[in-house]
């Protein structure tokens, strides 16, 4: 079975600052994992996706997120907070077999001025 | 190419009513996943159509039931409705394999009264 664990449902960051958003996964087979963008009574938007290429993976927006298997993580990151970044983050597995998404709690994130 | 595409955007029903949720996948994508998020649960995994044929499951009752037609889209159909219905429903189209991205239409956000 595979879960992921997102931790921090909440976090702050002030304009300008680094964005750091958690994940963790379990999954007993080699995993595709993704995050996910949410804004206020929208869909979920693709940011990026690790399918076993490079280990650091580079979306939209400015964020990119490094699989790390030893440390079965998968973490998000911006350089820079923008106040448009203000919006819920998923992150999700699958895998060849599932091919479902497992998706974390997600991490609301909130950029102050 | 468009978007998914789901109707109604929004619904109101009562208690033991039922109702049926369209889906419009993107063009050329032959599976449907829907998805429902609520506050307590967060996004679980409902059920997936490729070509047709339910492939994967989620851990539902089965009051929630679903179809595709041979142009791939798709309906959900959730019967004797309870309160803890209410939730947003969310479908995603993709090619079908587990490393593709799976792209998520508005919703249909299911208010039981």
């Known amino acids: 079975a595979q879960s992921v664990t997102q931790l921090g449902s909440h976090v702050s960051v002030s304009e300008g600052a680094l964005v750091l958003l958690r994940c963790n996964y379990s999954s007993s087979v080699p995993p595709y994992l993704f995050w996910y963008v949410q804004y206020p009574n929208q869909g979920l938007q693709l940011l990026l996706k690790?399918?076993?290429?490079?280990?650091l993976v580079k979306g939209i927006n400015g964020f990119e997120a490094e699989f790390k298997k030893s440390e079965t993580s998968f973490h998000l990151t911006k350089p820079s907070a923008h106040m448009s970044d203000a919006a819920e983050y998923f992150c999700?597995?699958?895998?060849?077999?599932?091919?479902?998404?497992?998706f974390g709690s997600g991490t609301q994130l909130t950029v102050l001025p | 190419k468009a978007g998914v595409t789901q109707t109604p955007r929004y619904l109101i029903k009562t208690r033991g009513q039922q109702v049926t949720l369209s889906c419009s996948p993107i063009?050329?994508?032959?599976?449907v996943s829907w998805y429902q998020q609520t506050p307590g649960q967060g996004l679980q995994f409902l059920f997936e159509y490729f070509s047709e044929t339910q492939r994967n499951k989620g851990n539902f009752p089965g009051r929630f039931s679903g179809r595709q037609f041979s142009n791939s889209r798709s309906e959900m159909n959730v019967s004797t409705l309870e309160l803890g219905d209410s939730a947003l429903y969310l479908c995603?189209?993709?090619?079908?394999?587990?490393?593709?991205?799976?792209?998520f239409g508005p919703g249909t956000r299911l208010t039981v009264l």
């Open positions: 690790y399918t076993s290429a490079a280990t």
């Open positions: 063009s050329g994508h032959r599976s």
């Open positions: 999700a597995v699958s895998d060849e077999t599932a091919r479902q998404l497992t």
């Open positions: 995603a189209s993709s090619l079908g394999s587990g490393a593709d991205t799976q792209y």
